[in-house]
């Protein structure tokens, strides 16, 4: 079946350390998205890589970093300077409007993992 | 800037009630898309519908229909004969033609009492 894996469930940080959430997708989606979200609140836009090789920042990207080295793959990296990392991560991925080959009911649509709630140890 | 605007923090409502959340937007934007999320306990985000805003034919699937009013700037969801399994926390959003990031809302807490 076709979805998006995010990886670990849960994950606990030590001050001062860097963690990586994974993000795999088997979709074929081109555009990727990581999102945070606190209690209470909207999700708020980390990064988006509308391609592979290329990626944007997002509302909240201080002290966060990602990479896009494969189609199927988007890591976010909580470094040390994200000085209030708790949160539930969400990563997501969609077919960007501008694709070709694809009817337009199945673009911009953007599809969730399950997320990943970190907290900090 | 674009805002979502979502007042209802939390509702609960008896088993079989109908029960609307409301979303209001603002955008510059003279084409954009409108969705509507639910966030069961699990976590994970379900999309349920997308509207774009040169269609404002308000549309039904089975206990689900929304309306949408460019007039008012909103879009808010019905849920007929609510189920237990409708309690989760329901999320609007909008993306800008061309700017495919969503603006999500605070979301709306549903709580559907057997």
């Known amino acids: 079946d076709g979805g998006i894996t995010q990886s670990p469930k849960y994950l606990f940080r030590k001050e001062g350390q860097n963690v990586t959430l994974s993000c795999e997708q088997n979709l074929n989606h081109d555009a990727m998205y990581w999102y945070r979200q606190d209690p209470g609140q909207g999700l708020r836009l980390i990064y988006y890589s509308q391609i592979v090789n290329d990626f944007q920042k997002g509302d909240i990207a201080e002290g966060y970093s990602v990479s896009r080295e494969k189609k199927e793959s988007f890591p976010l990296t909580v470094t040390s300077a994200q000085k209030n990392p708790t949160a539930f991560y969400l990563c997501a991925s969609s077919i960007p409007l501008r694709s070709s080959g694809s009817g337009d009911l199945a673009k911009n649509i953007q599809y969730f993992g399950a997320g990943t709630r970190l907290s900090v140890l | 800037a674009q805002k979502v605007t979502q007042a209802q923090t939390e509702i609960s409502v008896v088993e079989k009630e109908d029960v609307t959340l409301d979303c209001v937007y603002e955008t510059r934007d003279t084409t954009y898309y409108l969705f509507w999320y639910k966030q069961p306990p699990s976590g994970e985000l379900v999309f349920l519908i997308r509207?774009?805003?040169?269609?404002?034919q308000n549309e039904i699937s089975g206990r689900y229909s929304w309306n949408f009013q460019k007039s008012t700037s909103s879009f808010n969801f019905t849920i007929t004969a609510s189920q237990v399994v409708d309690s989760a926390v329901y999320f609007c959003a909008l993306a800008n033609f061309g700017n495919e990031k969503l603006t999500f809302g605070t979301g709306t807490r549903l709580t559907i009492i057997p």
């Open positions: 509207r774009n805003s040169f269609d404002e």
